[in-house]
Structure formats: structure tokens, C-alpha cells
């Protein structure tokens, strides 16, 4: 999961040509969670007929997908598009799912309650085979699928003509790497709830080690999220036995702090705010 | 002199409206085109159309006889190398990294991509900005890097080779360059004609044009008001009408073409 979240965050980061891109803050988590959580409040009972995982996946990859081209679309117009608009529209999509999340808690009875909330904190101690398989397979995928476009993200970076100038297909690749994340993101929620910043984190620290060539940035970045996410769940478990902590909790709580010091720190790296 | 590029009732702009219309030219390989006009003029709009960033909104636009959307992305990248007015590229690459980002749309091997960058970094005098990174470099020397990854991009295999059949587009490219670096830029330009390739330029400095440029394509208000030679239309009634003020025109010392200076 750790592998997905920061392969979905460096993917996102160069598709939107800025570091603070990360799949949380430009919605796609908080349209994730509003899926899975209408999937779980009203999915169960309309599908019976599916297991809940599924149910709940497939409601996370839709609010994933919906929020993503929402805010894709809010946010280009015919002169390109605007990250800053891409932020905000982000902002305001995570905060209306928020509030329609908020509303099936409201809602919800007692049981239900507890289990959305607690999924929302994020956390790895429900590891079902099913699940298990799940998350592997999709890891696996998009291993794979991801770094193929390293150079293509490279030559994103310089901006969107310039891209096209070189060659690249640019409205099939956003088209395939939005898919891609709406995917990743979409099964990471509906397993493990909501991951706070390892996809903004981690691929920051990797890129301040090696460069922010995609080719080497993306197979590294997925490698320390796995490890990352290894090592916060490991601290979870053995915090304050025989309670666990949800690790999102802990990502959140560790990541906040790291990612202000590195907007303190962007101008020594030579990044220039966008 | 065979045509590479072919405009033909030419309109291009944003979002439906015209900002050039009427546009008509035949450009031969290996000749420099400048385009003159005032701000807003349609200067930078026909360089975008040339490298296909805006699709005609009327009449044609032909590569080699062949409709600019006809040519699959990837051919079209190693035939046309585009340099935008400004860059914002704000991701820490070095230098070597972004001047390599012109080597994706060929596949000539690790080997001749080494030789074509090391060469290119030597024209435009970036070599020892190599393993600098490009976000801390300054406005002049960002600029030669651009220049640079965009003239790797038009080699295909070795340095050295002919050049026939390739179209180089540069938008305001000695804007932020001091003295030194327009004569080398004007070196590298004279020197790619030589060898076939065409050229497509805007430039606001009238003399580096007048010394570049085999015809001058003049815009005004989106519509073409001239295309000739400099020594045809660099003339101190014409300008002056043109950009409305006072100029003066005398031809160079040693070189003869016309230099334009203010009539304070």
C-alpha cells in the first residue's frame, strides 16, 4: 500500500508539474472515501449479492475517478491547466465529500458508525486473504504500468506543448496515468481507509536524494513508501500493545511537521513555487 | 530550393477567434524566416501554429505537402523543434538532464545521444553549466538551455549530418541573452541553414533579424503586410508606418545589410 500511495503521489506530482500535488490534496482521496463510504452505508444493502470488499473498492475507485475529472475539468480551460485552480478545486471537492461523508455518519447507526470512522483514520490490522490478494495484485500492476511513462512524465515537466512537441500523445497519457492513480488510490482507500501524505512525503525525500528524473524517481519512491509504511505500521502495532493504532494517525501525525520544514526549505533545493 | 513549409489562406487563434488570418508563404529549406511586427501582432500565434499547437481555424498548413495533424506525433517531433517565449519548467533537472529531454523522440542509442548533447551544449556555450541545476540557473542561461534541448531535438544520429527536411521555430530566443550569446545564437542559426535546415524566428531586435534573416515576413494586426528581403523592407518609411515612431536606417559598416536605430 505504502508502494501504491507513493507511486500514485510522484505520478500526480509530475502530471500536475507541481511537488505539492498528492492524490489527498487535489481530492481524489476525499472522493475515494465519500465512495466507499456510500458504498458501505447503502452498497451492502443494494448488492447483496457481491462480497463487501468489492462493494466498497468499487465505490472508492468511482468517487476516485469522479473526483479527479471534476477537478481536472474545473481546473483547465482552452489556455491549459491551471494548477492553483487545480489545488482549490481539490480543496473544495475533498471539503464537500467531507461533508457528505459526515452526513451518511449522521445517518448511520451504531455499528456502521464505528466502522466508517475507524476505516477513515486509516489503518492495516484487517488483513483478510481476499484483501491481501487484492492489494497485491493492484501493487504489482502498477508497478509495472507506472514507470513505462517515467520518460513521458519527464518531458510533462517542461509543460504540456513542449511535451507534445517531443513527440508525447499528451491527452492519452493524462487520460492513462489519471486512471492509473483514480485506481491506485480508489483500492488503497477502500482497503486501508485514508493514508495521510505518504504520497506528498515520500516522493519529496526521494527526489531530494536522487533527482527528479522519473525513471529513477518512480521505482525509488515506491520502494521507501513500502518501507516507509512498513516501519509506521510496525510502530502502530507495538506503541501501545494490544491496541493499534491507526497508522494513518501516526503518517498524518509524523508527516505534517516533515512536509512544513520542506516548504521552509524548497528554495535551497531550487524549487520555485509554482 | 524545394518548399518544406506550405501556408495557404492560413487562420489560426484561441478558442475560435481568429487572432491571424490570410496567412500565405512558402518556405524553402534551409532559409531563415524572420517575422517583424508589433506586440500583439500574430507573431507568436504563427509560430504555434507552425509547430502545431493551434490548429488551423481556416486554409492550410502543409510539412512536406502533408497536413501538419496528419504527421504522427513522433515523426513530427524529430522533423520540428519548437523554443516557447518563456519556459516554466520548475522541477530541479540539471542541465544535462532537461537538454537530454530532447533526445525522447529519437532512438539513435546512448551513444550518438552523449556526442549530439555534448556538441549542442558547445553551441550555445552551456557546457560548463552541465551538472548545474536548471531552476538556479539565471533568465539568460535558462534560456540557452531551452535552446539547446530544442536544438538536440532536430538532430537525428550525429552532430555533423544534413539537415534537409527539419524546421526550427524560435520565439523570441535572444530575449534574455546579453551581446555575446545573439552572435553566437546568430552563428548557430547561419550555420543550421547552411546545412538545410529551415528557420522560423520572431525577434524584436531589428538588426540581429536584418542580419539573419534571407526574407522577413511582416505582421500587423494578424494579417501579413510584407514578405520580403531586409533590404527590401528594413526602409525608414516603412518601419516608421509600421511601428509608429521615428527611426532611422543606415546600412552596416562592414556588412552592408540595414541597421535600424531610433531617430531620438
Given at each position: ?203 519529496h525525500?526521494?527526489?531530494l ?49 516533515f512536509?512544513l520544514s520542506l516548504l521552509r526549505q524548497r528554495a535551497r533545493f531550487?524549487m520555485?513555487?509554482? | ?264
Open positions: 500500500m505504502g508502494a501504491v500511495l507513493a507511486l500514485c503521489g510522484a505520478v500526480s506530482q509530475g502530471l500536475f508539474r507541481n511537488p505539492l500535488a498528492d492524490p489527498s490534496l487535489i481530492g481524489v482521496t476525499g472522493g475515494a472515501t465519500l465512495g466507499a463510504a456510500a458504498a458501505m452505508a447503502l452498497g451492502a444493502a443494494a448488492l447483496p449479492a457481491l462480497p463487501v470488499l468489492t462493494v466498497v473498492s468499487l465505490g472508492a475507485f468511482a468517487g476516485g475517478v469522479a473526483a479527479v475529472l471534476l477537478v481536472y475539468r474545473l481546473a483547465t480551460d482552452s489556455t491549459g491547466t491551471s494548477v492553483a485552480t487545480m489545488l482549490l478545486a481539490g480543496i473544495a471537492i475533498t471539503a464537500l465529500a467531507g461533508a457528505l461523508v459526515s452526513l451518511f455518519e449522521f445517518y448511520a447507526d451504531n455499528a456502521l458508525l464505528r466502522r466508517i470512522s475507524l476505516w477513515k483514520m486509516g489503518g492495516l490490522e484487517t488483513g483478510s486473504r481476499p484483501e491481501v490478494l487484492l492489494a497485491l495484485g493492484v501493487t504489482a500492476v502498477l508497478c509495472v504500468a507506472l514507470p513505462r511513462h517515467g520518460s513521458a512524465l519527464n518531458a510533462l515537466l517542461l509543460g504540456e506543448s513542449e511535451a507534445a512537441h517531443l513527440g508525447i500523445r499528451v491527452g492519452r497519457l493524462k487520460a492513462i496515468l489519471v486512471a492509473w492513480i483514480a485506481l491506485g488510490v480508489g483500492v488503497s482507500v477502500a482497503l486501508a481507509g485514508t493514508i495521510a501524505f505518504v504520497g506528498l512525503v515520500v516522493p525525500v526521494v527526489r536524494a536522487i533527482g527528479p528524473d522519473h525513471r529513477y524517481l518512480l521505482p525509488g519512491s515506491a520502494m521507501a513508501g513500502a518501507i516507509l509504511l512498513l516501519l509506521a505500521d510496525t510502530a502502530a502495532r507495538l506503541l501501545a500493545p494490544p491496541a493499534e493504532i491507526p497508522v494513518g494517525i501516526l503518517t498524518a501525525l509524523v508527516g505534517v511537521p512536509f531550487g520555485v513555487a509554482a | 530550393m524545394s518548399v518544406l513549409l506550405a501556408a495557404r489562406g492560413l487562420s489560426a487563434g484561441w478558442g475560435g477567434c481568429p487572432v491571424l488570418s490570410g496567412i500565405d508563404l512558402q518556405l524553402g529549406s534551409g532559409e531563415v524566416l524572420g517575422l517583424l511586427g508589433p506586440n500583439g501582432a500574430g507573431k507568436s500565434t504563427l509560430l504555434r501554429a507552425m509547430a502545431g499547437d493551434l490548429a488551423p481555424l481556416a486554409g492550410t498548413l502543409a510539412l512536406e505537402g502533408r497536413t501538419l495533424a496528419d504527421w504522427a506525433p513522433e515523426q513530427r517531433a524529430r522533423r520540428v523543434a519548437y523554443l516557447p517565449q518563456a519556459s516554466k519548467l520548475a522541477f530541479p533537472f540539471t542541465v544535462h538532464e532537461v537538454v537530454m529531454l530532447g533526445r525522447l523522440p529519437h532512438d539513435a542509442g546512448r551513444r550518438a545521444d552523449e556526442a549530439i548533447v555534448a556538441e549542442v551544449l558547445a553551441w550555445t556555450d552551456t557546457n560548463h553549466l552541465a551538472s548545474r541545476l536548471y531552476t538556479l540557473l539565471s533568465g539568460g542561461e535558462q534560456q540557452r538551455v531551452q535552446l539547446a534541448r530544442v536544438l538536440c531535438q532536430l538532430l537525428h544520429r550525429a552532430p555533423d549530418e544534413p539537415l534537409g527536411g527539419r524546421l526550427l521555430l524560435l520565439d523570441e530566443p535572444s530575449a534574455a541573452l546579453d551581446l555575446r550569446h545573439q552572435q553566437l545564437l546568430a552563428d548557430t542559426v547561419r550555420n543550421l541553414a547552411a546545412r538545410g535546415c529551415s528557420v522560423v524566428l520572431s525577434l524584436h531586435d531589428l538588426n540581429l533579424l536584418s542580419s539573419l534573416a534571407d526574407r522577413l515576413l511582416v505582421l500587423a494586426d494578424g494579417e501579413c503586410r510584407a514578405l520580403d528581403t531586409p533590404a527590401a523592407l528594413l526602409t525608414r518609411a516603412f518601419l516608421g508606418e509600421l511601428f509608429g515612431t521615428e527611426l532611422a536606417v543606415q546600412p552596416h559598416p562592414l556588412k552592408g545589410y540595414p541597421l535600424v536605430f531610433p531617430a531620438l
